[in-house]
């Protein structure tokens, strides 16, 4: 079992910073995929970027080039560096992490930005 702890959210203005980390405890030498989720009011969850255990990452088109997904193993962190933030990106923001036939999800934390 993986907890994950999610932090760093907040109330922006359009085209400022932010930067979310995800914490995971419990069994995370079983963590292949860590990933960062969305899901913004009416709207379907959707992926944001991810990290894999082997050091690769993937961003969605609509954040490539603004949103930097990293993972430090030493800490068990996982962090998303939000850059240019629009008005659009306002959502829940969730981290997710997968292994061989399981996955866990955090709470979720807010991130506003303001036009």
């Known amino acids: 079992q993986v907890q994950l702890v999610e932090s760093g959210g907040g109330l922006v203005q359009a085209g400022g910073s932010l930067r979310l980390s995800c914490t995971a405890s419990?069994?995370?030498?079983?963590?292949?995929?860590m990933a960062w989720y969305r899901q913004a009011p009416g709207k379907q969850r959707e992926l944001v970027a991810l990290t894999t255990g082997g050091g690769s990452t993937n961003s969605a088109d609509s954040v490539k080039g603004r949103f930097t997904a990293s993972r430090d193993n030493n800490k068990n962190t996982m962090y998303l560096q939000m850059d240019s933030l629009k008005p659009e990106d306002t959502a829940v923001y969730y981290c997710n992490a997968q292994g061989k036939g399981w996955q866990s999800w955090g709470q979720g934390t807010q991130v506003t930005v303001s036009s």
């Open positions: 419990g069994s995370r030498s079983n963590i292949n995929v």
